[in-house]
């Protein structure tokens, strides 16, 4: 009797075990198909990003209400005071440095924008993943760096937070300022010798600069300079550092010395230009001038892809406190 009782214990011992093995498979295969491993990481990352950001705000010290509308418990004091004016070239270009888009505050406060995030929306999107099942992606987001107001076109410069007055807007580049264009080390603040930049090589600017420069024509040392460098100048163009250029002549042998497209200026008429009518020169010349800034800002991200998608994009924008402050979709 002994041996049959013990016999019968294993025997359902046997059959207990496999039973709660059969409900944990059944329970793993439902996580796992549900996006498992994926939407574990997709929340684990995004309490990651809210830690961080809140970290960084709290070391700085910073405060960026500005007297905004409170909004509620998931959207920022800014929410829709700052907006996404426009999503650019987002839907179409594939470059990072020449992808943008716009921002505008729209309130009565300075924005400090410098530590708010851009997230794209991968995260509401599904995809196939490496089961061949559908789990949602994981957004990607860039944050938005520290700048400089005036652009000297120096190596070194003290960088500071990105502040947008009221009325005023960012155009923000996802990529990188290319190290070939010596002015563009940093996000700038747009002034009235900016348009000086376009003529740069090595980076062309998207959009390109717009606006006027200071006229050469109206420089007031003119008058020391003789007739024929006189007239010159008075037809230079704004924004526009004429290039100097030597030719030979192949009949006569003839060494011709250039400024852009005229020959025969004096040595002092073409010091004087190249060295006057340049980015450097008009930033020294009118910093301290009125209405030296202009209302816009451009903004490096610093990404080396693209950051947009061309089509069922979601763009957010997040303050330094990980609070929604405006988003679009297209």
Known sequence: MHSKKKVYTEGALDSDALWILGVFILVFASWWGS???????????????????????SSSGASNTGGATQGNATTSPWYKVVRISSRGNAATEKWPNSEYIIIQNSGKKPA???????????????????????SYGMSDSAVIPLGVKTLW????????????????????????????????????KENICSN????????????????????????????????????????????????????????SGELRQYLDTTYGLS??????????????????????????????????????????????????????NGLLVDDISY
């Open 35 to 57: 996006g498992g491993p994926s939407r574990y990481e997709e929340k684990t990352s995004a309490t990651s990003t809210r830690t961080t950001l809140s970290s960084s705000l």
């Open 112 to 134: 400090t924008i410098s530590g708010w995030t851009l997230k794209n929306g991968r995260d509401s999107r599904v995809f196939l993943n490496n089961f061949n099942q559908l």
């Open 153 to 188: 076109g120096t190596s070194a410069q003290t960088l500071a937070s990105i502040v947008l007055e009221p009325g005023e807007r960012a155009i923000i580049t996802t990529g990188k300022i290319s190290k070939d264009a010596p002015y563009l080390r940093y996000s700038f």
């Open 196 to 251: 000086f930049i376009n003529e740069l090589p090595g980076y062309p600017l998207v959009p390109t600069l717009s606006g006027s420069c200071p006229l050469p024509r109206n420089d007031a040392d003119l008058d020391q300079l003789d007739d024929s460098c006189y007239t010159f100048i008075k037809q230079l163009r704004g924004c526009h550092t004429p290039v100097y250029h030597e030719q030979v002549i192949q009949n």
């Open 267 to 320: 040595r002092q008429c073409r010091d004087f230009i190249t060295q006057r009518f340049t980015y450097k020169w008009c930033v020294a010349t009118h910093s301290t001038d009125t209405n030296f800034y202009r209302k816009q800002w451009r903004v490096y991200l610093n990404r080396s892809l693209q950051l947009w998608g061309s089509g069922r994009e979601h763009i957010r924008l997040y303050d330094a």
